[in-house]
C-alpha cells in the first residue's frame, strides 16, 4: 500500500484534473472552429497531413506519416487515398523496395493547404489576440513541455 501526502498529492491529482479537463475542451473546441473554416470536403486529418508534407518539403513513407500522428497505417492508408482521390498527394512506389511506398504534397495539395490556413488561421488569431500574445507564448513551453511527455508514455 502507498502512502500519499494528503494534501500535496490531492491538489497536484486536482491540478492535473484541470489541466488535463482544460486541454481536452479546448482542443475540442478548436476541432469544430478548424472544422467549420476548412474548405468543402476537407477535414482536419486531410490538412495536418498536406501541412505537415508542406513543412518537411519532402517525401514520407506512409508509415512515417502514421507515426507522425500517431494513428495506424490503416487510418494513415485511408487518409492519404482520401488526399490522393482530390490530387492533393502523389504517392510512387519505392524503386529499391517494391513493399514501399513514398508521399509527397502535389500542387494542388499545396494550395488546398494554403487556403484551408487561410480560411481558419484569422479565426485563431483572433482567439490569440483575445489572450494575448505575451500570455499565449508563455504557456507554450509547459503546452510543448506536456506534449513531449506525453509522446514518452506511447
Known amino acids: 500500500m502507498t502512502t500519499r501526502a494528503?494534501?500535496?498529492?490531492?491538489?497536484?491529482?486536482r491540478l492535473a484534473a484541470s489541466l488535463f479537463a482544460e486541454v481536452l475542451i479546448a482542443e475540442q473546441l478548436s476541432r469544430n472552429l478548424i472544422s467549420k473554416?476548412?474548405?468543402?470536403?476537407?477535414?482536419?486529418?486531410?490538412?495536418s497531413v498536406l501541412n505537415l508534407l508542406a513543412h518537411?518539403?519532402?517525401?514520407?513513407?506512409?508509415?512515417?506519416?502514421?507515426?507522425?500522428f500517431h494513428v495506424t497505417r490503416g487510418a494513415m492508408t485511408n487518409t492519404l487515398a482520401r488526399l490522393e482521390w482530390a490530387g492533393h498527394v502523389h504517392i510512387r512506389p519505392d524503386w529499391d523496395d517494391a513493399r514501399r511506398k513514398f508521399v509527397s504534397l502535389s500542387?494542388?495539395?499545396?494550395?488546398?493547404?494554403?487556403?484551408?490556413?487561410a480560411a481558419f488561421m484569422p479565426l485563431i488569431a483572433g482567439v490569440v489576440r483575445k489572450i494575448g500574445a505575451e500570455r499565449v507564448r508563455s504557456a507554450l513551453p509547459v503546452l510543448r513541455e506536456m506534449r513531449v511527455q506525453l509522446e514518452g508514455s506511447d
Open 6 to 13: 494528503p494534501d500535496t498529492d490531492l491538489s497536484t491529482d
Open 37 to 47: 473554416a476548412l474548405p468543402g470536403g476537407m477535414q482536419i486529418s486531410h490538412f
Open 56 to 68: 518537411v518539403n519532402e517525401e514520407r513513407t506512409p508509415a512515417q506519416l502514421a507515426r507522425a
Open 107 to 117: 500542387p494542388a495539395g499545396r494550395a488546398a493547404r494554403d487556403n484551408a490556413l
